[in-house]
């Protein structure tokens, strides 16, 4: 007789009972089954700058390596709050205002966790990165769905939804730009809009900025942190594994008003309570380099147009990209009878018949909506993009 026959678990009540192994996950493994190429989950198949390991290595070995400040390395705070004053021109107190954390994902739970009470209303504009809606049901909100607008120039939010969804019962609003999974990016027209539809409220906003440096065609990223308005409302929240190409290293920031900043740290100091020594100081060091990140846009956007290139004979409709590093395609004019499945058993088609990993856009929804778009990722070596490419351009 087993142990568990004699001691049963005892059951558990899920907190999240809706949720299950996520869409990245699951292809992903699909990919390694079928030794397929993976451009589903959004990370880099390329090295770091080796100027990056060094910093980090001569940190380390000057036993750097133990517990940091809670709210972060001072150095990095300051870089931080350097960066943001040259992109933006708006000067965060590295003491009161910045916050590092375990990656971007940690500090948008963390930023819900300290602002949403029980009853409070969410507005999160779909389709949207996966973590929002389970952190917002773990905090104990509930979640207002807004869906994006689609036109020819791509995916847009609707402002007009967006202040139709306000209520009394409002406390937070998330955006996200560069916009994952669509590729869409934020302008002044956007920010200047949100500010009219918060203006006078005590409604919060998060900023989901992890894709800040990957903006393409000479446009510049309209951050929160550089609205004079918005910034005093906004957790701004960005991740130093996208702009480095480290997404293992799980890095990022949140830069607040000294107010919200405190009830984010009184969340973080439990949730975390703080982030890699060696790895803080290493990429404050680099960061004294600000090539780091503003040679980033045209280093993307090099990589998006030989991906776009590749595919312009295909039979899929390429989508505007003008942020991030994901390329959305419409399959549904490919000239095969699979063009007819739903978005997730196309994506398992491609992944198993024609060797290459996609992320279904129906995933990042709710309740899945059907687009007959599917996500690219193309953070991805120049030959690898050349062989995905050359499989896909068959289609």
Known sequence: MTDSAVFPTPRIASRLPRVGTTIFTTMSALAVEHGAINLGQGFPDFDCDPALLACVERVMRANHNQYPPMAGT?????AVAAKIERLHGRRYDPASEITITAGGTQAIFTAILA???PGDEVIVIEPAYDSYLPNIALAGGVAVRVPMRRDEAGFHVDWAAVGAAITPRTRLVI????????GASFDAADLDALAALVRGSDILVLGDEVYEHMVFDGRRHASLAGHAELAARSFVISSFGKTLHVTGWKVGYCAAPAALTAEFRKVHQFNVFTVNTPMQ???AEYLADPAAYLDLPAFYQRKRDRFR?????SGFRLLPCTGTYF????????QRAQAGLNELDFCRWLTTEIGVA???LSSFHDEPVEHGIVRFCFAKRDDTLDRAIERLATL
């Open 358 to 360: 996609a992320i279904p």
């Open 115 to 117: 602002c949403v009470h």
């Open 175 to 182: 955006v996200n730009s560069p916009h994952n999974p669509t």
């Open 309 to 313: 290139a590749g595919l312009a004979g």
């Open 74 to 78: 001072l150095a990095l705070r300051e």
């Open 327 to 334: 390329q959305c395609v419409d399959y549904r004019a490919v």
């Open 281 to 283: 100081l290493g990429i």
